[in-house]
């Protein structure tokens, strides 16, 4: 169970993917990364998400020392543009969320997801643009009792530029779709109209994976 794990260290030095277990011991994961984030899946493999230099996803499953990677192609083509990565994993699909910063529009961010099973890699992608950081916020993510995920972030009035307006779209697990919220059926009892449904994320700032702890070099 996630809950028996052993912590974990994942943390970056001089661009080098590190990963250290409780007994000290250090093992290399990978070279030249610049951005990455981690989760356990139910059979406490850890996986790893992580960006290079060159912009490319690259996915690592971590176990008893022994590594699995795969190289999944370009998702950021300015990586000083990347913000945040997060990484949950639902009914064994890895969802990666990445978080990039306009390069023309100030105050500007592209938050694109990335659906997929590590047994087969078929990727299902989206992205939204155009998002405008609320004070506390870039985007809000919800999961409910069906393991629907719920996003909801801030994008400009276009009739009224000055002003924001929230937005809300849900990821139907079963087919692998985002939704607007009217377009979904639920039960009555599994999401409010205020979206204040049960979520399993602490925070939607920064990653939290049960035993997982990051840290990052100063001089990256």
């Given amino acids: 169970m996630i809950n028996d794990t052993k912590p974990f260290y994942v943390y970056t030095e001089n661009n080098c993917l590190y990963i250290k277990n409780i007994n000290e011991k250090i093992d290399k994961i990978s070279n030249n990364i610049v951005s990455y984030c981690a989760n356990f899946d139910n059979n406490n493999f850890i996986h790893i998400c992580s960006v290079n230099t060159k912009g490319k996803l690259i996915h690592f499953i971590y176990k008893d020392g022994h590594i699995r990677k795969k190289v999944l192609g370009r998702v950021c083509h300015n990586i000083n543009n990347l913000k945040n990565m997060r990484l949950f994993i639902i009914n064994n699909y890895l969802n990666l969320f990445v ?54 972030y801030e994008t400009e009035n276009k009739n009224n530029r000055s002003e924001s307006y929230s937005q809300t779209v849900i990821f139907n697990t079963t087919n692998r779709k985002w939704l607007p919220t009217r377009s979904l059926l639920r039960k009555p009892t599994s999401f409010s109209s205020e979206y204040n449904s049960k979520s399993s994320i602490i925070d939607d700032l920064f990653e939290f994976c049960y035993s997982i702890s990051y840290k990052k070099n100063n001089d990256d």
């Fill in 99 to 152: 978080v990039e910063e306009s390069s023309i529009k100030e105050n500007r961010f592209r938050v694109s997801h990335y659906n997929f099973s590590p047994s087969n890699y078929n990727i299902y992608k989206y992205h939204i643009n155009d998002i405008l950081q609320n004070d506390e916020y870039i985007y809000k993510l919800n999961i409910d009792d069906m393991s629907n995920m719920i996003l909801t």
